[in-house]
T-cell receptor, first 114, second 112 residues
């Protein structure tokens, strides 16, 4: 199994809603990532987990809250988002957090904030 | 400062012709370079990487890339383009703290 699975594929939420994005991988990878991608732009790193511990937080607003319950799962909790947060949210994993490591990406959650 | 440039927003190639998608970089030290592809409404997929060794790197789907240290380039190539190669291509370089710096992306259009 070389897949990273993200749910839901699409999400529409209001600015007062609370929702969660989920990501799962069963490749035994110990590094997991959240990226935000605007249309036709490169992905922007949000968070990195290494061995289930938050390793990097790219100064992301607190309305985005990551969680790594175990080595296979990664969540992104959303609360009080703004319309400018509408984007494709990509989860990725790699064997470890390292310079040689290739990333395996999920297909993403297309988020629309109304 | 570390950076990656993809000078072409879009590249148009006829099916069956060779294709090149350009990438240049600016890093201190030895670069770790990557190419990723993104098909419509999908996440990114790894194509190939250069870490060290042979300057010609072979990757997925018949793609290859040539590392040129003197020109600080890492161009992506394929000898014969397929319509299914049409996608958005990103070049990236690792810098400190294991983070990727991404190029702006190049849209590749292969016409039948």
């Amino acid at each position: 199994d070389t897949e990273v699975t993200q749910t839901p594929k699409h999400l529409v939420m209001g600015m007062t809603n609370k929702k969660s994005l989920k990501c799962e991988q069963h490749m035994g990878h110990r590094a997991m990532y959240w990226y935000k991608q605007k249309a036709k732009k490169p992905p922007e790193l949000m968070f990195v987990y290494s061995y289930e511990k938050l390793s990097i937080n790219e100064s992301v607003p607190s309305r985005f809250s990551p969680e790594c319950p175990n080595s296979s799962l990664l969540n992104l909790h959303l609360h009080a988002l703004q319309p400018e947060d509408s984007a494709l949210y990509l989860c990725a994993s790699s064997q470890i957090k390292g310079n040689n490591e290739k990333l395996f990406f999920g297909s993403g959650t297309q988020l629309s904030v109304l | 400062a570390q950076s990656v440039a993809q000078p072409e927003d879009q590249v148009n190639v006829a099916e069956g012709n060779p294709l090149t998608v350009k990438c240049t970089y600016s890093v201190s030290g030895n670069p770790y370079l990557f190419w990723y592809v993104q098909y419509p409404n999908r996440g990114l997929q790894f194509l190939l990487k250069y870490i060290t060794g042979d300057n010609l790197v072979k990757g997925s789907y018949g793609f290859e890339a040539e590392f040129n240290k003197s020109q600080t380039s890492f161009h992506l190539k394929k000898p014969s383009a397929l319509v299914s190669d049409s996608a958005l291509y990103f070049c990236a370089v690792i810098y400190s703290n294991y983070q990727l710096i991404w190029g702006a992306g190049t849209k590749l259009i292969i016409k039948p």
